[in-house]
């Protein structure tokens, strides 16, 4: 049963040795990827692949990514592969790109939630890769979050979330984007990004040399990338700056907790004495704010406030992942 793991937080020496241990025993295993921790297992064992499932309290029907050690492993995983996907991962890779394709066809159905098709990406993280490289094998992972929770981006959040339903979590410190890795289909007739993440829409234009689609209805390609997703316990809700500027002296009488990034509010929240306890300063850079914004959340969500008020972040494609995710919270 996933309830009855004694969960190590597997740290220093030895610690990546012993996740290895672990995966290759079939288990499956929190590991720190650049984007988030993700929650690993050896993608061609489905009795692994089923702990992931079971741990998460995640639909069957939700496709998992597959993470290689380097794009050599592409044939081992995927068919019909278009030169574009080679060129992507000579940019990308190691990275936070996942690249969805054609499955080869010993691909297990319980990795691709049922699906033809398989993301596929080459993560980042040290410690991530040196798993990878060392094990020579694909491991999937989606995010070390239970069911529509947070993904988390610190080793604490998977084990408050995953605690007693997975044998380890590899500590490997806080993650570099903190949001998660952009999926690009490459199998549709024109390819078009189906979830934003750190590499941009301009990104990829520029390095295919002509525009990528980007479908607003996520939730028909992608399984599992539904409206409600990457959500707070709090009610999370979304103000622009002006609305902010406006609302802030009643908000004071409120058990309320402001995320703010702009300095016409900072500046405001410290002019009305808005208790430090209760807003919560991210930088005014998109990357940055991607970084601390699921972590903000976590820590804000344990001090129980009634509401979550978030100040609308600029629009620019830069911004993109971040929207998609702060307005997916406020779902
Ligand atoms: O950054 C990331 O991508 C992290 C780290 C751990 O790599 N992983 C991650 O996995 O976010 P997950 O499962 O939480 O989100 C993956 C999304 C899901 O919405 C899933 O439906 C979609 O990718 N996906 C995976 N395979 C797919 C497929 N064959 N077709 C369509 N969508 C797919
Ligand atoms: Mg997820």
């Not at 995983?77 to 969805?100: E, H, M, Q, R, V």
């Not at 410290?270 to 959340?297: C, H, I, M």
């Given at each position: ?19 290895m241990e ?7 295993v929190a ?7 993700g ?14 499932f ?26 019909t592969?278009?030169n574009i ?19 080869a066809d ?20 040290p ?12 491991l ?16 604490e ?41 750190p590499?941009?829409?301009q990104?990829l ?13 996520h ?8 409206e409600?997703h ?26 309320c ?7 016409t509010?900072?500046?405001?929240c410290?002019?009305?004495n808005f ?19 699921y ?12 509401q ?18 702060v ?5």
């Amino acid at each position: 049963m996933s309830q009855n793991y004694q969960t190590s937080l597997l740290s220093g020496e030895n610690s990546v040795t012993q996740a290895m241990e672990l995966l290759q025993k079939g288990e499956a295993v929190a590991l720190p990827t650049e984007t988030v921790y993700g929650l690993a297992a050896d993608a061609s064992d489905i009795i692994a692949v089923n702990k992931i499932f079971e741990a998460k309290g995640r639909p069957k029907n939700h496709p998992l990514i597959v993470h290689i050690p380097d794009v050599s492993h592409l044939e081992n995983w995927a068919k019909t592969i278009p030169n574009i996907a080679y060129d992507l991962a000579t940019l990308f890779w190691p990275g936070p790109l996942s690249i969805l394709l054609q499955k080869a066809d010993h691909v297990h159905y319980e990795v691709t939630g049922g699906l033809d098709t398989i993301a596929l990406r080459v993560p980042a993280h040290p410690l991530f890769l040196e798993v990878l490289t060392k094990l020579n094998i694909g491991l999937a992972a989606p995010s070390a979050n239970r069911y529509k929770q947070l993904s988390p981006t610190i080793a604490e959040q998977v084990m408050q979330g995953l605690g007693g339903r997975i044998a380890a979590v590899l500590e490997g410190g806080p993650c570099q984007h903190g949001l998660e890795s952009t999926i690009l289909d490459l199998v549709s007739e024109k390819p078009r990004v189906l979830r934003a993440g750190p590499v941009t829409q301009q990104q990829l234009e520029t390095a295919m040399g002509h525009s990528v689609d980007t479908p607003k209805n996520h939730a028909e390609a992608v399984p599992g990338n539904i409206e409600a997703h990457y959500q707070p316990s709090t009610p999370l809700r979304i103000l622009s700056s002006a609305q902010l500027l406006e609302k802030i002296d009643s908000l004071l009488q409120k058990n309320c907790h402001l995320i703010v990034w702009s300095d016409t509010i900072i500046e405001r929240c410290k002019k009305v004495n808005f208790p430090v306890s209760k807003w919560s300063n991210l930088e005014n850079d998109a990357a940055l704010f991607g970084r601390d914004l699921y972590v903000t959340l976590y820590r804000v969500d344990q001090t129980f406030p009634s509401q979550i008020i978030i100040e609308k972040p600029p629009q620019s494609d830069a911004w993109a992942a971040v929207n998609d995710r702060v307005s997916r919270a406020s779902a």
